[in-house]
């Protein structure tokens, strides 16, 4: 039972370097020989006495997305008015930004598609490189967006809660 149990907070522990975990290991020793030990609770006291959110290591892109929308709607709680529409058409203007941030894309994938053109009459290799440019541009998006919303959220949190509305 033991090595089950170590094995499976090896993998718990993943996120952190092989030296610490055998650290780690050999600290809860004792609580992995008990066959009811909670993997979950001792690695989450681990990564705890190191700062770090366990319930957000294991999330993933869709999760990290919907946190982050949930994030933007809590943000907007509390506001007055006026701080909201600051903060509305701040988020157009970042949405603005990242449309705009396609024009390269658009640029590269043409001088591609044209190259290809004119080296095969192939069309599966121009919709593929098509189609790559399309998931590169929409990952692109998808992570800036996350990045500048997570900012946005940082730095409108500590704005004072009035409801003058």
Known sequence: MKEENIKKLNK???????EE??????????????????????????????GIDYKKLNKGIFNNIMDTIN???NVFVGKDSKTKKK????????ILILIL????????RDIGYNYIEIL?????????????????????????FIV??????????NISTNKNE
Not at 88 to 93: A, F, K, N, T
């Open 12 to 18: 718990e522990l993943q996120f952190l370097l092989e």
């Open 21 to 50: 975990r055998k650290k780690e290991i050999a600290r809860y020793d004792v609580a992995l020989n008990d066959e009811k030990a909670n993997i979950k609770n001792i690695a989450n006291a681990i990564y705890q006495s190191r």
């Open 71 to 73: 994030d933007l709607r």
């Open 87 to 94: 903060m509305i058409w701040e988020i157009v203007y970042t």
């Open 101 to 108: 941030l396609k024009l390269p894309f658009d640029l590269v």
């Open 120 to 144: 095969t009459t192939n069309h599966l290799f121009e919709k593929i490189w098509e189609l790559a440019f399309l998931l590169m541009y929409t990952i692109t998006f998808i992570c800036a």
């Open 148 to 157: 500048l919303i997570r900012n946005f959220n940082q730095k409108y949190k």
